[in-house]
């Protein structure tokens, strides 16, 4: 077990790198001079060369990395140019608020998710089994952000229950969390049920079966334990989807979290912010992902000789 | 009802096995293209799919003929009026058409979808090909990439490529190419690595047939099917990502009528006039839901096997 954890938490370090690789080439290729921006309008030639200088861009690109990478491990991501402010506080001001938005959303998809899974893998090809997944479907097909405006509608405006944004108590979670989580809720709900059925129609389960044991007892300690291995799976990648999905349910919501923060960074082409987000928001996704392989190996020892 | 998704259920189950069987009946002799359109047309949401989906190219492709009013058109003393007989789905804020401007943004969105998922199906055939066919270090380096971008969330990476580029809907094309490389360089590789040791590709290595040939000849064709079903997929995903984008302010600008766009600002008026958001909406739902189960239908008629995983 401790190989095989060490064994993976050794091949995070080459995507990590590699990620920051690509951010930092990214913002490479952005075309004007990133001390000009920082300069204003107004600049001289003189203030311009010295903020080059300052940002270490008269250096040559793989010094600037390293230097990039240095003082990202040190979480120095430099200076927001429309706040003035170090981005690291933008970030840590920000990041609670997605951190609370996704796993919000993350339990409300996984809960509903699984028991729609179950629901329909138990009694398939029903009329009910056909109804939940034609809405998972629809639920697939839906666009975030036109589900959080029919909820508003719904909800705040027409029932008076409900804010309509900004953070603050549960009941402003509400609505942001069921938005963000009903595309990965549907996903879920869809994958459960493919893997529960496979699981269901083995020699293990006619096994189960046979010695009498109660459907609720096969279903629960024998079936959905297998199944459970493809949807951690899909739990893992949908957090990924909430992470970058939250720039629109934020938007919707005026949620004050990253996914917002990137957006309007774009728009006022703030680019140290952009590259941090990103940065910390695909490490995240990595040590997620991490923990769902550790997941693995607890569910089905046999990973781990594999 | 019952009957309705009987086609796309799960391993082993009875509709299943009696397709199976009327399969070996009724197909002698078919090509597995022939029998694939025979699965597809057994499968009703398939079809429906299939349906839905040409009525929004059809409607892409002859938009100025179907459009009832200019789309771009402003009248500000017809603004925000309900559906009517003169405008069925009602006008926008300036006073547009609301059914034109879907219509017209039908075009837009299938359009711009298209093209994003054709650029990232062909890189990523390329890639995933290359990678499965060569092995060693050619494998590694291109995986090892596509491992890299697939630590980045697609919407994400999709913003920070417009953020290089800038807002438009150029930039939107080529994120949603870039984003959706991995998908289909992992789905290739992985079924290039299957068709690699087949015999026909040891018969054909075997009276000289160059790399590159075996590749384009043997292996892509055999590759094909799974390659579709993910393209219908995407597709879906494509218009998903391209109406979040410019619904953001990052994809299309006013006034093009894309459907995104046209939600974020008829989002203003939600508590006087929510047909004008509400209507743009649903033809997005609509066109994704058409291409989801197009695309669960072609899953089930190329790829049988996981298919009825599916």
Redesign the interface.
């Given at each position: 077990m401790i190989a095989y954890v060490a064994r993976r938490l050794l091949s995070v370090i080459p995507v990590l790198l590699g990620v920051s690789v690509l951010v930092f080439s990214v913002m490479q290729l952005i075309p004007g001079d990133p001390a000009e921006m920082v300069a204003g309008e107004n600049a001289s030639e003189e203030d311009i060369a010295n903020i080059r200088r300052q940002l270490g861009l008269d250096r040559p690109v793989h010094e600037q990395y390293f230097s990039f990478i240095g003082n990202a491990i040190k979480l120095d991501f430099g200076t927001s140019t429309r706040s003035k402010r170090p981005v690291i506080d933008e970030l840590k001001q920000r990041l609670p608020a997605t951190a609370e938005l996704a796993v919000a959303s993350m339990a409300f998809a996984a809960v509903t998710g699984l028991s729609i899974g179950i629901f329909a893998a138990t009694r398939p090809n029903s009329i009910w089994d056909n109804l939940v997944m034609l809405l998972a479907i629809s639920g697939v097909s839906m666009p975030t952000f036109w589900m959080g405006i029919m909820l508003i509608l719904l909800f705040p405006v027409t029932l008076g229950v409900l804010p309509t944004s900004g953070r603050g108590g549960l009941e402003h979670l509400v609505l942001p969390a069921l938005t963000l989580g009903s595309t990965s809720a549907a996903i879920i709900a869809r994958q459960t049920r493919s893997a529960m059925l496979e699981v269901m129609g083995l020699d293990y389960i006619r096994t189960a079966r046979a010695k009498g044991l109660a459907e609720g007892v096969v279903i629960w300690r024998h079936a959905l334990r297998n199944a459970m291995i493809t949807t951690i799976t899909i739990l893992g990648l949908q957090f990924g989807f909430l992470l970058g999905g939250a720039a629109i349910t934020e938007t919707v919501f005026a949620w004050p979290g990253v996914g917002r923060l990137v957006v309007d960074a774009i728009k006022f082409r703030d680019f140290p912010v952009v590259q941090a987000t990103v940065l910390v928001l695909a490490t995240m996704f990595v040590i997620v992902n991490l923990i769902v392989d550790m997941l693995y190996v607890a569910l089905d020892p046999r990973i781990e000789v594999g | 009802?019952?009957q309705?998704?009987?086609r796309s259920?799960?391993?082993?189950?009875e509709?299943a096995a009696a397709l199976a069987t009327a399969e070996r009946t009724t197909t002698k002799s078919r090509n597995p293209w022939q029998l694939g359109w025979y699965r597809f047309k057994q499968n009703r949401t398939a079809i429906v799919g299939l349906v839905i989906t040409l009525a929004f190219v059809v409607a892409a492709i002859f938009s100025p003929l179907i459009a009832t009013h200019d789309p771009v058109k402003q009248s500000l003393s017809d603004a925000v009026q309900r559906p009517s007989r003169e405008h069925f789905l009602g006008t926008d804020e300036l006073g547009r058409d609301i059914f034109s401007r879907i219509v017209e943004g039908a075009r837009i969105s299938l359009s711009l979808s298209a093209l994003s998922v054709s650029i990232g199906l062909l890189s990523g055939l390329v890639i995933g090909v290359v990678s499965g066919f060569y092995g060693r270090w050619v494998d590694m380096v291109l995986m090892?990439?596509i491992?890299?971008?697939l630590?980045?969330?697609?919407?994400?990476?999709a913003?920070?490529?417009?953020?290089?580029i800038?807002?438009g809907l150029t930039s939107i094309i080529f994120a949603i190419a870039f984003s959706s490389i991995p998908t289909f360089a992992r789905l290739a590789r992985g079924r290039t690595l299957a068709v690699r040791s087949e015999e026909f590709i040891l018969a054909a290595t075997a009276i000289g047939s160059s790399n590159r040939r075996l590749m384009i000849k043997h292996v892509v064709p055999n590759i094909i099917p799974p390659l579709i079903v993910q393209t219908t997929l995407q597709l879906?995903a494509a218009i998903?990502t391209a109406?979040?984008l410019s619904?953001?302010?990052?994809g299309a600008q006013p006034p093009t009528p894309e459907w995104?766009s046209m939600?974020?600002t008829g989002?203003a008026y939600?508590?006087s006039s929510?047909h004008v958001?509400?209507f743009p909406?649903i033809a997005?739902?609509?066109v994704?839901?058409g291409f989801?189960?197009l695309g669960?239908g072609l899953l089930f008629a190329l790829d049988p096997r996981s298919g009825r995983?599916?």
């Open positions: - | 009802m019952s309705f998704f009987a259920a799960s391993s082993g189950s509709a090892r990439i491992d890299v971008m630590a980045i969330p697609g919407l994400l990476l913003i920070t490529i417009v953020a290089v800038g807002v879906a998903l109406s979040g619904f953001l302010g990052l995104g939600l974020s989002r939600l508590t929510p958001a509400v909406g997005i739902m609509l994704v839901f989801n189960l669960d995983r599916a």
